[in-house]
């Protein structure tokens, strides 16, 4: 299966903490582990304290969800990125957060970062609207 196209959003940076956004466009988990595999080739994305993913695949066969998430030790990071992917109810798409540790705990505030990045990466490719 060929590498399906990966986009990049914009950071946001608070107390020293950088987050950045990055997009594809999946439809089997074997494309995710492709794009994340690409992704960690990356030293910058590779040497991110967390990268914190979530994936929703449809599969119209059997009317279900193909989903999963992943915290990379951002406690609960990635079951809440996952529930951002449920609420848009986007399809067929890997979120991945990469987060570069500034030094200065954020507290509850990395969660908002997290999920405002993925959703404006979401709005930017056009998965999720502004409303």
Not at 7 to 29: C, M, N, W, Y
Not at 58 to 71: A, H, R, V, W
Request: glycine share 6%.
């Amino acid at each position: 299966e060929e590498l399906p196209l990966i986009k990049h959003g914009e950071t946001i940076t608070d107390r020293r903490s950088t987050f950045q956004p990055h997009l594809a466009a999946v439809v089997t988990p074997k494309q995710v582990q492709r794009v994340l595999n690409h992704l960690y080739e990356n030293k910058k994305i590779a040497s991110a304290t967390h990268n914190i993913y979530a994936y929703r695949i449809y599969c119209e066969d059997k009317n279900s969800f193909l989903q999963d998430c992943e915290d990379d030790g951002e406690t609960a990071a990635g079951g809440r990125l996952l529930h951002l992917l449920q609420i848009l109810d986007v399809r067929n798409v890997l979120v991945v957060v990469s987060r570069w540790y500034g030094g200065i705990l954020l507290g509850p505030d990395r969660f908002k970062h997290i999920n405002n990045c993925a959703r404006n990466i979401l709005i930017q490719e056009g998965y999720a609207d502004t409303s």
